[in-house]
């Protein structure tokens, strides 16, 4: 019965994890599409301050916000279903691609489909920054945070520290003023620690046997060694998945060539540099969130093992790095939902939410840059960047088209053109 209830929400999600392109800028733009704006089950403020809370947490920050939007509407056991449901297509995905990639190499997969999921997410991306314009950024201190914002992140998109950085910046910035915000009545002080003691008493305890089995050389160490990774990988990570492929790189492709590994850990995890490169150009053309090439990465470094430890290095790789995120989300937001009850914490929000809107701007003019929409050379491709971009807008602001329609289009003309 508690199921039946939320079978409309589960189905959203279920097409929002199938066509949800463009990491996770264009992720969140299609989550105020579909979840604010048609189906309602959150309001704009409320996916503004999610998307705010998750940003300074490491870990998926798209899958942490679609998870808090399962936890508003029913709970810690939707919340669990969401989470599900929103990886399990692209993990399957790129589970079944670290057993197909030999057949890939033998038969060239044409990428021209996908050329027009680029231009479609910052088409997603420009509009969700012009609607929340008109929520967050109405006078003076947040106009100035959400230029200088929009800068930062053009220039340092692709720095892990920027993101966490101005979002707490901002927060100060509005904490100058108490006249817009004043604290009223004495908030809760009351905080529960047992769910951090928790997410640390795994952290130590999957280095410890990780460490463990390398030390004694256990037979199945492999497993352990994987799961320590990805965890720490999902527990460290800022910066979502342009910041995680590089650690995994330096983890499974570069470190076990170097000699001091050779010596000293001569059965250390590895890929070569072709199956990774593969698998991180692969997981940018499917929907879903980029931390499921941890899934594809999982399999690699075990497919030497045998089909068994192949797939269980697939659902461990799935599990062990999207497994933070979810500790980190669930348990601090109750934290957080308490201490917004401070007015400081309040007032921070203007500042952090204006702070979103920057991020947002800033990437939607840092990815049209690798755009080519010089419409004066004749090209039709760079022609059709350009009207996929107004369309999408166009699409999302003027008409009642469901959201999943979009990219399934976009893949269409990619085919045909």
């Not at 704009?44 to 940003?55: H, P, R, T």
């Not at 916000?65 to 509407?73: A, E, F, N, P």
């Not at 500042?351 to 003019?365: D, E, K, L, Q």
């Not at 419409?375 to 807008?393: A, E, K, L, P, Q």
Request: glycine share 8%; net charge positive.
């Amino acid at each position: 019965m508690y199921l039946f209830r939320h079978i409309s929400f589960l189905k959203a999600v279920f097409f929002h994890s199938i066509t949800a392109f463009g990491g996770p800028q264009g992720h969140l733009g299609m989550m105020f599409k579909t979840f604010v704006h048609q189906r309602k089950d959150i309001s704009e403020k409320e996916l503004l301050e999610f998307n705010a809370f998750c940003q300074m947490l490491p870990g998926a920050s798209s899958t942490q916000t679609l998870t808090l939007i399962g936890y508003k509407r029913g709970g810690l056991p939707l919340a669990v279903l969401t989470l599900l449901i929103w990886i399990l297509p692209a993990c399957t995905l790129m589970g079944g691609l670290s057993f197909l990639l030999d057949y890939f190499s033998d038969h060239s997969i044409d990428p021209g489909i996908f050329k027009f999921i680029h231009p479609m997410a910052v088409g997603f991306i420009a509009f969700s920054a012009f609607r929340l314009f008109k929520v967050s950024v109405n006078n003076t201190i947040t106009r100035i945070i959400m230029a200088t914002v929009t800068v930062l992140t053009f220039l340092l998109f692709k720095t892990p520290w920027v993101f966490p950085c101005v979002l707490v910046a901002a927060g100060i910035a509005t904490n100058f003023s108490d006249k817009r915000i004043p604290q009223k009545g004495i908030p809760p002080k009351k905080v529960n620690y047992g769910n951090l003691i928790i997410f640390l008493s795994i952290f130590m305890l999957a280095g410890f046997l990780s460490e463990t089995a390398r030390k004694q050389e256990w037979k199945n160490r492999a497993p352990y060694n994987l799961f320590e990774n990805f965890y720490r990988f999902g527990s460290l990570v800022f910066g979502g998945g342009d910041v995680l492929m590089p650690l995994m790189y330096e983890q499974y492709v570069t470190r076990p060539e170097t000699k001091r590994v050779e010596e000293k850990n001569p059965n250390a995890l590895r890929m070569n540099k072709e199956e990774f490169l593969t698998g991180s150009g692969l997981v940018r053309a499917i929907p879903g969130p980029v931390f499921s090439i941890s899934s594809f990465v999982g399999g690699m470094v075990l497919k030497d093992k045998g089909p068994g430890m192949q797939i269980t290095g697939c659902i461990i790789g799935a599990i062990a790095i999207f497994l933070p995120s979810a500790l980190m989300v669930l348990f601090f937001f109750p934290v957080w939902h308490n201490l917004k009850k401070y007015a400081v914490i309040f007032r921070s929000l203007e500042g952090v939410n204006a702070a979103v809107v920057g991020i947002m701007t800033g990437a939607c003019f840092y990815l049209m840059k690798d755009i080519s929409i010089d419409i004066t050379d004749g090209s039709t491709v760079h022609f059709m960047n350009v009207v996929i971009i107004f369309s999408t807008f166009f699409l999302l602001s003027s008409s009642k088209i469901r959201t999943p329609f979009i990219p399934a289009l976009c893949l269409l003309l990619g085919w045909l053109i």
